[in-house]
C-alpha cells in the first residue's frame, strides 16, 4: 500500500546542483526525511520536514546548502542540494515515519523509498 519514490539524481560537477524528489503513495505521513549512505558508511541523517513544512531540521553537512520542502496537494518531498561537493556522494533516500516530531535516526523511520545516487565529480 506504502510506497516511496525517489528521483531526480545523477552525476554532477562539484558546485553544481541537483534537486531530488520523493513521491509517496497509499497514504500521508506526518514527518518525512531524507538520509544519504556512502559504500562503507553509516545511513546518515541529512533533512526533515513536518507534515505543514513550518518546521524543517537539517544535519550540519547540509545546513546551508540543501534545502527540504514539501507539497502535501501532490504527497511528495523535495530536496534542493546546490553548491555540491564530491562528499556529497551517496544513494539518497526518502523516509517517512508515523509519530510526529524530528527522528535523527533511521530505526525510528516506518518506510523507505529505494534510493537515488548522487554523485559528485571533482
Known amino acids: 500500500q506504502v510506497q516511496l519514490v525517489e528521483s531526480g539524481g545523477g552525476l554532477v560537477q562539484a558546485g553544481g546542483s541537483l534537486r531530488l524528489s520523493c513521491a509517496a503513495s497509499?497514504?500521508?505521513?506526518?514527518?518525512m526525511g531524507w538520509f544519504r549512505q556512502a559504500p562503507g558508511k553509516e545511513r546518515v541523517f541529512v533533512a526533515g520536514?513536518?507534515?505543514?513544512?513550518?518546521?524543517?531540521y537539517y544535519a550540519d553537512s547540509a545546513k546551508g546548502r540543501f534545502t527540504i520542502s514539501r507539497d502535501n496537494a501532490r504527497n511528495t518531498v523535495y530536496l534542493q542540494m546546490n553548491s555540491l561537493k564530491p562528499e556529497d556522494t551517496a544513494v539518497y533516500y526518502c523516509?517517512?515515519?508515523?509519530?510526529?516530531?524530528?527522528?535523527?535516526?533511521?530505526?525510528?523511520?516506518?518506510?523507505w523509498g529505494q534510493g537515488t545516487q548522487v554523485t559528485v565529480s571533482s
Open positions: 520536514i513536518s507534515w505543514s513544512g513550518g518546521n524543517a
Open positions: 497509499g497514504r500521508t505521513f506526518r514527518y
Open positions: 523516509a517517512a515515519r508515523n509519530d510526529r516530531g524530528t527522528a535523527y535516526h533511521p530505526n525510528a523511520y516506518d518506510y
